[in-house]
């Protein structure tokens, strides 16, 4: 795993992953031994290490807060350089562009692996760049209706909002169960209100998955699509 992968054997692990995902959203059967195999002709490595790295998408994805291939369980090992190049290929394959996250996270992460870190000093003035990203449209009355059936109540863990907005509404958010940039349709039938823990954690947390499958079993206008 050390040495380097190029550009284009990277950017063509990535596009295997998203064509899998693709297959796997529309119910479609698909076998990843194919996909590691092709790869394996096309680059010349072992089928075991497309594997793998097709872990480590997921594994970015699961950073990004991007649902993955079930099957293909994150793997951690990855550096921040070679997720910011995944988490770039992983855009342009889905034509779409976001705030790039996981290379910033992952040096965080080796940053706490450091038994006694010296104080950090920081930055006095951090530096800007300006980045364009794609945002949906997003339906007012679907969001306005949601939380309305909510009252107040998270439709997740059953406990009433942890706080009032500016509004004196009790404050809950908006999650869509496919996400809007993985193709997901701006219905109530894809969309549930949740406290802002467990919106992380659908998001974020290690337990996503269980989350995801307890809304579906019981918020009973929800259809998986
Ligand atoms: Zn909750
Ligand atoms: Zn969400």
């Known amino acids: 795993m050390n040495d380097e992968w190029n ?4 950017k063509a692990s990535v596009e295997a992953y998203v064509e899998m995902q693709r297959d796997e959203r ?3 059967p698909f076998i990843k031994k194919h ?3 092709r790869l394996a002709q096309t680059f010349g490595r072992s089928e075991k290490a497309y594997e793998y ?3 480590n998408i997921s594994y970015v994805l699961a950073l990004m807060g991007r649902s993955w291939v079930t099957g293909l369980k994150p793997a951690r090992n990855i550096d921040a350089a070679v997720a ?6 992983l855009w342009e394959a ?3 562009k976001a705030m790039p996250v996981a290379a910033f996270k992952i040096a965080v992460r080796d940053e706490m692996k450091q038994k ?3 104080t ?4 006095t003035s951090p530096k800007s760049r300006r980045v364009t990203v794609t945002q949906f449209r997003r339906n007012a009355p679907v969001k306005a209706w949601v939380l309305q059936q909510a009252g107040g109540v998270c439709e997740c863990c059953e406990k009433a909002a942890p706080f009032k907005n500016v509004d004196g509404l009790p404050h809950l958010e908006l999650h869509y169960m496919r996400q809007l940039a993985d193709g997901g349709q701006d219905i109530i039938s894809n969309a549930v209100a949740l406290c802002p823990n467990c919106h992380r954690e659908i998001h974020y947390g290690a337990n996503a998955h269980a989350l995801v499958a307890w809304l579906y079993d019981n918020v009973a206008r929800l259809i998986p699509e």
């Open 7 to 10: 550009d284009e054997e990277l």
């Open 26 to 28: 529309l119910g479609q």
């Open 35 to 37: 996909y590691y195999k």
């Open 53 to 55: 790295r097709m872990q």
């Open 84 to 89: 910011a190049r995944i988490e770039k290929f």
């Open 94 to 96: 889905q034509r779409q």
């Open 116 to 118: 006694n870190p010296a």
């Open 120 to 123: 950090p000093h920081g930055s």
